[in-house]
């Protein structure tokens, strides 16, 4: 234990937050833990009929704590007192309305059940009439597009769900004095620098999401934000201090906090990033190293020197935002709305009529726990098993826009779509279509970065699905037509955090010194395989026209 310093990373993710302690020396994880979200886990305050995903901030501070028990404990008290960084990791854009002092409004009594009041989690939908309206405006205001490093502006980010919030609910317009990501709410209380103006705001959420850019000195200009709404205005007046890199030194963590977490009083909290970027650090993107996070949903990310970018119009293919994922860079990101999100789906479209048909029968509460569950739990398993052997059907052709299209070219409103269904068709031929499309939404991405001049010299992939199903990234590395390395670390975004702490105490002067010494396993590496690409190029050119189809279609009944 002499001279050894161990961080801790945090990840909250959809569900649920992960906690490790980690040897800043090797990376080797000391004690770990997931907690899921109790509220969430019970389905409160969600709507899916309208896409309403709200979570209470209750829920993340109670799932913390008990997460931070378990890992602590298993750690031993050695190490946590020999703890001295913490750094955090959130889902995004994730934001929520907030007083004077910072206060999210749902942890006061008045607001304590209202959905309008808690944390919009990334994947709310309800703000898409508030969209249309900030590309209306934001996209030519006086001659500037303020969307043009972002594209098509999302319902899913922060000024679009602060207008759906204050428009859907005039308790909140009177009582938000200004709205906070979850990335930044967390370094806050840790530190006690909760007040907006006083507030750090990481650069990776600013950028990408509140499109904070130096080129436009900062926040889009404030005319344009009264001009979509005066609420917005003031929101941007009390922004406060300018967007910080991931591995800033925030502060040290309050007394009463390390004695919560059961760690070192001399602990400092180091700042924090959107959980795929962090993600991202933690596999080991650098320059030219295309890294995928794959779970309910995808995103890609790229670095790239600023110099490179210069000039580039990328709008419709990527995110681009400074100082993002890696301190120094321009951070590249596209994704995909739903990927395991799809196969979640499936699962549940599969097994809703068995659970309601045992619901009603007498002895229900016995066979959900006994036969339904276990069920659920193993069925993709035996799917992806199934279908390892089998040959795509040729003919069934499905989209994976069943939550949107993010990329390229933004689309919400734009739906899925299969094609090719016969009384032939069985359960596994839907499947494996499923999976297909999927990657093929992966493959126009990845395309689409080529075509537009980006350089991509190897691909890692990390996430829940790399390492649940091998079928599906060898089908991702044969479409791809590129070898495809799946590290090991399964919680490569805690990890990630954890380097931003290391390199916050000071014990690595960057993140690439910090990767260089904390990733420490060896990767599964998936190699095209030549007997496959010509099918999946087949099926593939019939993805694309398909997509050209349902478009088309989509503006035909737009009118």
């Known amino acids: 234990m002499e001279n050894r310093k161990y961080v801790v990373g945090v990840d909250f993710g959809s569900d649920s937050v992960r906690s490790i ?27 899916k009929t309208i896409s309403q995903f709200r979570q209470h901030p209750q829920d993340y501070l109670d799932a913390f704590k008990k997460c931070m028990k378990i890992a602590t404990t298993e750690a031993g008290k050695e190490i946590c007192n020999a703890i001295v960084g913490i750094g955090f990791d959130t889902t995004g854009s994730t934001p929520c309305p907030v007083n004077k002092a910072g206060v999210p409004l749902a942890l006061l009594p008045e607001f304590k059940d209202n959905p309008n009041a808690m944390f919009y989690l990334w994947k709310d939908h309800t703000a898409q009439k508030e969209a249309e309206k900030i590309n209306l405006v934001l996209s030519d205001f006086e001659g500037k597009d303020y969307t043009r490093f972002q594209g098509i502006y999302s319902s899913e980010w922060y000024w679009s769900k602060v207008l759906h919030g204050i428009h859907t609910d005039e308790k909140i317009r009177e009582h938000a004095y200004t709205w906070i990501e979850h990335a930044d709410w967390m370094p806050a209380i840790m530190t006690g620098k909760c007040k907006p103006e006083e507030m750090y705001h990481n650069s990776c959420s600013a950028g990408h999401k509140m499109l904070w850019n130096s080129e436009f ?7 344009a934000l009264e001009k979509i709404d005066p609420y917005l205005k003031e929101v941007g007046k009390r922004f406060g201090k300018a967007p910080e890199l991931s591995v800033t030194a925030v502060g040290k963590i309050l007394p009463v906090w390390a004695e919560c977490l059961g760690i070192s009083k001399n602990t400092i909290v180091a700042g924090s990033s959107l959980d795929a970027h962090a993600g991202a650090v933690g596999a080991g993107i650098q320059k030219n190293v295309l890294v995928k996070v794959i779970g309910t949903s995808s995103v890609d990310m790229l670095v790239q020197d600023s110099i490179h970018m210069k000039g ?35 699962k549940n479209f599969l097994a809703q009529p068995l659970r309601d048909f045992f619901k009603e029968s007498n002895d229900a509460a016995k066979v959900e726990e006994d036969f339904v569950k276990k069920y659920q739990y193993s069925l993709l398993h035996q799917l992806n098993e199934k279908i390892k052997k089998r040959k795509p059907n040729e003919n069934l052709v499905i989209l994976d826009w069943f939550n949107g299209r993010r990329y390229p070219n933004i689309n919400e409103n734009i739906k899925g779509t299969i094609y090719g269904l016969t009384l032939g068709t069985d359960v596994y031929d839907l499947y494996q279509a499923l999976v297909l499309s999927t990657i093929f939404g992966t493959k126009k991405i990845f395309d689409s970065f080529i075509n537009n001049g980006l350089v991509i010299d190897d691909v890692i992939a990390t996430g829940g699905i790399p390492h649940k199903s091998e079928y599906i990234m060898q089908t991702m590395a044969d479409v791809l037509k590129h070898k495809i390395s799946v590290v090991e670390e399964k919680q490569t975004c805690a990890l990630g955090a954890a380097m931003y702490a290391a390199v916050a105490v000071g014990e690595y002067d960057n993140l690439q010194d910090a990767q260089a010494h904390m990733i420490n396993q060896k990767p599964t590496v998936y190699t095209p395989q030549e007997k496959n690409i010509c099918l999946y190029d087949k099926l593939y050119s019939q993805y694309l026209l398909l ?7 989509q503006h035909l009944t737009d009118k």
């Open 217 to 223: 000195g900062g926040l889009p200009d404030l005319n």
């Open 312 to 346: 580039k119009n990328l709008k419709n293919i990527c995110g681009q935002a400074e100082n993002s994922i890696l301190p120094g860079y321009i951070g590249i990101e596209a994704s995909q709305a739903a990927f395991g999100d799809i196969y979640a789906w499936f």
């Open 21 to 47: 302690i980690v040897d800043t020396k090797n990376g080797n994880v000391e004690g770990s833990a997931t907690v899921e979200y109790p509220r969430w886990k019970d389905g409160l305050y969600c709507d």
């Open 547 to 553: 997509g050209e189809k349902t478009e088309a279609y």
